[in-house]
């Protein structure tokens, strides 16, 4: 059953083509597990994408990002958001 939209006066977080600042969401070991958080993150609005990542001896993981946002302030109303709604503990980095 798909999501209903926010209310109207949620606080949610801009969205953003430009910007310094991305939220690292989740990672995973497999790009499927990656792709099914992105879009379900997607139905909230946000622009959501993944990114390999090798970590050497680690092996290549799939991370789930948010953004790019233009401040640290938007991408921490992000990882609020993203606490609120999903319990997902993000993390904001510089580009």
Same mark, same amino acid.
């Given at each position: 059953? #798909? $999501?209903?939209? @926010?209310?109207?006066? %949620?606080?949610? #977080?801009?969205? @953003?083509?430009? =910007?310094?600042? &991305? &939220?690292?969401?989740?990672?995973?070991?497999?790009? %499927?597990?990656?792709?099914? $958080?992105?879009?379900?993150?997607?139905?909230?609005?946000?622009?959501?994408?993944? %990114?390999?990542? *090798? $970590? =050497?001896?680690?092996?290549?993981?799939?991370? &789930?990002? @948010? =953004?790019?946002?233009?401040?640290? %302030?938007?991408? *921490?109303?992000?990882?609020?958001?993203?606490?609120?709604?999903?319990? $997902? @503990?993000?993390?904001?980095?510089?580009?």
């Amino acid at each position: 059953q #798909p $999501l209903k939209p @926010s209310p109207k006066n %949620e606080v949610k #977080p801009p969205k @953003s083509a430009a =910007g310094d600042f &991305v &939220v690292q969401i989740a990672s995973f070991r497999t790009g %499927e597990d990656a792709a099914k $958080l992105a879009s379900r993150l997607k139905t909230y609005g946000l622009t959501v994408f993944v %990114e390999k990542a *090798d $970590l =050497g001896e680690k092996g290549v993981w799939h991370r &789930v990002l @948010s =953004g790019p946002f233009p401040t640290r %302030e938007n991408a *921490d109303k992000a990882v609020n958001f993203l606490r609120e709604k999903e319990r $997902l @503990s993000a993390i904001v980095r510089k580009r």
